[in-house]
């Protein structure tokens, strides 16, 4: 479980995180929405160690992440598809891939969580070969999901993944990474202003405005309540 508490971040002496606190299971997908500028963003990197905290506290499974560089929470067990990717566009698709397994020395593991990707990802073993930078954005997402599990992470974090993408697409993905993190008992908290696509997948969800968590509960409530789309989702 990912647990933050009381973070505060802040920026020129604005606070971008205003005492946000909140709990992300393993096995579940838990979606962060709101509007530009509440704070998504930032909330993700503060877990990655990007960005360093003012106060609060951050642990997985009891241990404590904020302080730690971020390969050391990588190597913890939380793995970030950042927003537009960033991918390598020269590299192939199968070296892309391979990158994110770098904390993870374990031959056997690695080819294991390779042939998982591929399975999810079948595109990604058809094209192992390809320059990243030749695919179409759906599969360029693709590949940025691939890459981040491939370090058999315990909490995946996906930042706006639905930018660019046709609406098919982006539920497509969502979808996936859905049922992979059901079947193989991986946390999923994913950040997106889309957020009735993504209320619909995950099984708990937080508003957030202007670095506060301002209501949660089941996502499938927050999704049918009209006077909360109003309010902080119109």
Known sequence: MLEAK??????????????????????????VVGSNGAG???????????VKLASGEIRLDGA??????????????????????????????????LLGATVRPDPAM??????????LFPVLANRQKQQAGRMS??????????????????????????????????????SAISDYSRENGIGVLIVEQNAMLVLEYAQHAYVVEQGRVALCGPAAEIRDDPAVIASYLG
Do not use: W
């Not at 067990?77 to 698709?93: A, C, N, T, Y």
């Not at 294991?112 to 990707?117: A, G, V, W």
């Open 110 to 119: 690695r080819r294991k969580t390779l042939e998982r990707i591929f399975e």
């Open 6 to 31: 009381d973070l505060v971040l802040e920026y020129g002496g604005v606070r971008a995180l205003n005492g946000m606190s909140f709990t992300a299971s393993t096995g579940e997908v838990t979606a």
């Open 137 to 174: 954005g759906g599969e360029q997402q693709m590949l940025a999901f691939g890459r981040a599990l491939m370090a058999q992470p315990k909490m995946l974090l996906l930042d706006e993944p639905s930018i660019g993408l046709a609406p098919k697409v982006e539920e497509q993905l969502i």
């Open 40 to 50: 998504k963003t930032t909330l993700m990197n503060a877990i990655c160690g990007l």
């Open 64 to 97: 404590r992440l904020n302080g730690l560089a971020p390969d050391e929470i990588v190597r913890k067990g939380v793995s970030l598809v950042p927003e537009g990717r960033e991918l390598f566009p020269k590299l192939s698709v199968l070296e892309n891939l």
